[in-house]
C-alpha cells in the first residue's frame, strides 16, 4: 500500500509568515491529493482537492501543489485563525491514507 | 443541505459490542461512498474504511481489516461501525465522511460530528 509522509510533524511560525507543509507518497498518486485542516476539538474541513484546487470558501491564502510523488500546502500568510493541524490524503484507490499530520502554531 | 448525524457518545467495556451509526441526509445517500475515520486522543486522522450504499461494496484498510465491521443500510440512509469485541486501544473519535463527488471514493468534504467511543473496565 501506498504510504503518505507528511513534514514536519509541528512548526512554529509568525503571523504574516509564508508557511509550507510537504506530502510525499511512496509511489504516484497523479493529482488525487486532499488537503485537510482540522482545528482543536473541530471537525476536520476539506481545504484543497485535486492537489491544487481550492475548495469554495477557503481563504485565497491558502494554495496546494504538486503531482505524482511531491505535494505542497502553502499558507501565503500566515493568520492566527490558521492555528490547526493539517493533513493530506490520497484518494486515487483505497486504502485513502492519510499523512500523519502538521500541527501548525503561532509563534 | 447535507448532513451526516452520527450517534452519540459511548462508554463500554473490553469485550463488549458495539454498533455506531451515521445517517445521511439532504443528498442521494445511496449514490455516494460513506468512510469511517478513527483519531486517538492527541492523535492523526486513520482512514478505516468505506462503503458504496448501493451495492454494499466495501473496502478496508489492513490496518482494520478484522478488526471492524463497516456496512449500511440504504433503505434507512444509514452506515454503520461496528465491534464484536471492543479493546481499550479502541477508544477514539470515530468520524464518518463522504465525498463532494457521486460515485468516486474522492476527498471528503461532508463530515460527520463525531461520536467519541470510550473503552474503559
Known amino acids: 500500500d501506498i504510504q503518505m509522509t507528511q513534514s514536519p510533524s509541528s512548526l512554529s511560525a509568525s503571523v504574516g509568515d509564508r508557511v509550507t507543509i510537504t506530502c510525499r507518497a511512496s509511489q504516484g498518486i497523479s493529482n488525487y491529493l486532499a488537503w485537510y485542516q482540522q482545528k482543536p476539538g473541530k471537525v476536520p474541513k476539506l481545504l484543497i482537492y485535486a492537489a491544487s484546487t481550492l475548495q469554495s470558501g477557503v481563504p485565497s491564502r491558502f494554495s496546494g501543489s504538486g503531482s505524482g510523488t511531491d505535494f505542497t500546502l502553502t499558507i501565503s500568510s500566515l493568520q492566527p485563525e490558521d492555528v490547526a493541524s493539517y493533513y493530506c490524503q490520497k484518494y486515487n484507490s483505497a486504502p485513502l491514507t492519510f499523512g500523519g499530520g502538521t500541527k501548525v502554531e503561532i509563534k | 443541505e447535507v448532513q451526516l448525524v452520527q450517534s452519540g457518545a459511548e462508554v463500554k467495556k473490553p469485550g463488549e459490542s458495539l454498533k455506531i451509526s451515521c445517517k445521511g441526509s439532504g443528498y442521494s445517500f445511496t449514490y455516494y461512498w460513506i468512510a469511517w475515520v478513527r483519531q486517538m486522543p492527541g492523535k492523526g486522522l486513520e482512514w478505516m474504511g468505506i462503503?458504496?450504499?448501493?451495492?454494499?461494496?466495501?473496502r478496508y484498510s489492513p490496518s482494520f481489516q478484522g478488526q471492524v465491521t463497516i456496512s449500511a443500510d440504504k433503505s434507512i440512509y444509514t452506515a454503520y461501525l461496528q465491534w464484536s469485541s471492543l479493546k481499550a486501544s479502541d477508544t477514539a473519535m470515530y468520524y464518518c465522511a463522504s465525498p463532494r463527488l457521486r460515485g468516486v471514493m474522492g476527498d471528503f468534504d461532508y463530515w460527520g460530528q463525531g461520536t467519541l467511543v470510550t473503552v474503559s473496565s
Open positions: 462503503i458504496y450504499p448501493g451495492d454494499s461494496d466495501t
